[in-house]
Each structure stands twice: as structure tokens, then as C-alpha cells.
């Protein structure tokens, strides 16, 4: 009897240990992900490398978690003359729509919008962000002097070939005039700001 109890726990901890080493390495390939570039960062701009993340509260609310990558030389207080691309990965459901109206808003803060460009960059944005769900992501990827695109989940949705737009939409977030100073701040963490 004594060497089936042997047997019976050297059996348990043997799957035990089996256990273990399988989790390590699940949690091991999460902590890979978490580094590596989405694929649309990865083409867009090649050896790119996360320059900072944060995430962006309204009140007691998560909204999204969001990633800048950049390439070696990113300065984030010239965020305007280098390529990016910034992940914006929703919490919460929330309307294409919403979506537009408050990056209208943000962008009037950071600087004066002309009425026809207004309309303009309102349609521009309307083509580019559906309505979310948790877990979706917008990657806005940076073009300078030339633009912005724009993927969602991975999939290029818009392309949007104006660079004051580009400048004034990424400056929501990395403008020094930001709404969001602690955000900006952990976005540019890699970077000089």
C-alpha cells in the first residue's frame, strides 16, 4: 500500500511540474507579445520599438490602452517630422461617431481648426473609426509631410493624405497642449518630449 501512495503523489507531482512549466511558458509568450508590434506596426514601420504606453481614463472610466512605437531617433517633442504609429485598444464599447466628435474637440484644443477643414477631417474620420467593442483596436500609423492611415484590428480602414490633419489628430494625444498630460507623458516615456 505505501508504494501505490509513492507512486499516486510522484504521478501528481509529476503533472504538477507539468502544470507549472506549461504556464511559464504561456506566460512567457504573452510577455513576447506585449513587446512585438502589431503586424500593421510592423510593415508600416520596420524595427520599430515601443516608445511608451499608458492608459486613458475619463472620470472612473478606462477608455483604451494605448501604445506608441517608433523607430530609433523618435523624438516626441517632434513628433510631426518622424513615422509612428499609435494602438489605441478599447475598453469600451463606444460609437464611431463619439469617436469623431471627440477628436473634433481635442484637436480644436491643441490648435484652431479652419470650418472647411473642420468638415473635411469630420468626414475623413467618419470613414476611418467604426463603432468599437472591447478589445478592438485603432492603430494610427503616422506618415510625415504626407499623412495618416489608419488600421482597425489590423486591417488598413482609411487613408487620410493631409499633413496638417496628421499633425493636429496625433497631437490629442502627444501635443505638449494635450488634454491628457500623464498620458502624453508615459506615451513619450522612450522618447524626449
Given at each position: 500500500?505505501?508504494?501505490?501512495?509513492?507512486?499516486?503523489?510522484?504521478?501528481?507531482?509529476?503533472?504538477?511540474?507539468?502544470?507549472?512549466?506549461?504556464?511559464?511558458?504561456?506566460?512567457?509568450?504573452?510577455?513576447?507579445?506585449?513587446?512585438?508590434?502589431?503586424?500593421?506596426?510592423?510593415?508600416?514601420?520596420?524595427?520599430?520599438?515601443?516608445?511608451?504606453?499608458?492608459?486613458?481614463?475619463?472620470?472612473?472610466?478606462?477608455?483604451?490602452?494605448?501604445?506608441?512605437?517608433?523607430?530609433?531617433?523618435?523624438?516626441?517633442?517632434?513628433?510631426?517630422?518622424?513615422?509612428?504609429?499609435?494602438?489605441?485598444?478599447?475598453?469600451?464599447?463606444?460609437?464611431?461617431?463619439?469617436?469623431?466628435?471627440?477628436?473634433?474637440?481635442?484637436?480644436?484644443?491643441?490648435?484652431?481648426?479652419?470650418?472647411?477643414?473642420?468638415?473635411?477631417w469630420s468626414a475623413a474620420m467618419r470613414s476611418a473609426f467604426p463603432?468599437?467593442?472591447?478589445?478592438?483596436?485603432?492603430?494610427?500609423?503616422?506618415?510625415?509631410?504626407?499623412?495618416?492611415?489608419?488600421?482597425?484590428?489590423?486591417?488598413?480602414?482609411?487613408?487620410?493624405d493631409d499633413a496638417a490633419f496628421a499633425r493636429a489628430f496625433?497631437?490629442?494625444?502627444?501635443?505638449?497642449?494635450?488634454?491628457?498630460?500623464?498620458?502624453?507623458?508615459?506615451?513619450?516615456?522612450?522618447?524626449?518630449?
Amino acid at each position: 500500500m505505501a508504494w501505490l501512495t509513492v507512486l499516486f503523489l510522484r504521478r501528481a507531482a509529476h503533472k504538477l511540474l507539468l502544470a507549472f512549466v506549461a504556464l511559464q511558458l504561456v506566460l512567457a509568450s504573452d510577455a513576447a507579445r506585449a513587446d512585438a508590434a502589431p503586424a500593421e506596426v510592423a510593415l508600416a514601420l520596420p524595427q520599430s520599438e515601443i516608445v511608451g504606453t499608458g492608459r486613458m481614463r475619463y472620470l472612473l472610466w478606462d477608455v483604451f490602452d494605448a501604445a506608441l512605437w517608433g523607430q530609433t531617433g523618435f523624438d516626441g517633442a517632434q513628433y510631426f517630422d518622424h513615422a509612428f504609429a499609435l494602438e489605441l485598444r478599447y475598453l469600451r464599447k463606444l460609437s464611431g461617431t463619439s469617436l469623431v466628435e471627440s477628436s473634433l474637440q481635442e484637436m480644436r484644443r491643441v490648435g484652431a481648426i479652419d470650418p472647411v477643414k473642420e468638415a473635411a477631417w469630420s468626414a475623413a474620420m467618419r470613414s476611418a473609426f467604426p463603432d468599437v467593442e472591447p478589445g478592438d483596436r485603432i492603430t494610427g500609423v503616422h506618415r510625415p509631410g504626407v499623412g495618416a492611415r489608419f488600421y482597425v484590428n489590423g486591417r488598413l480602414r482609411s487613408v487620410v493624405d493631409d499633413a496638417a490633419f496628421a499633425r493636429a489628430f496625433f497631437g490629442i494625444w502627444l501635443s505638449p497642449t494635450t488634454s491628457e498630460p500623464r498620458l502624453r507623458s508615459a506615451l513619450l516615456r522612450g522618447g524626449a518630449s
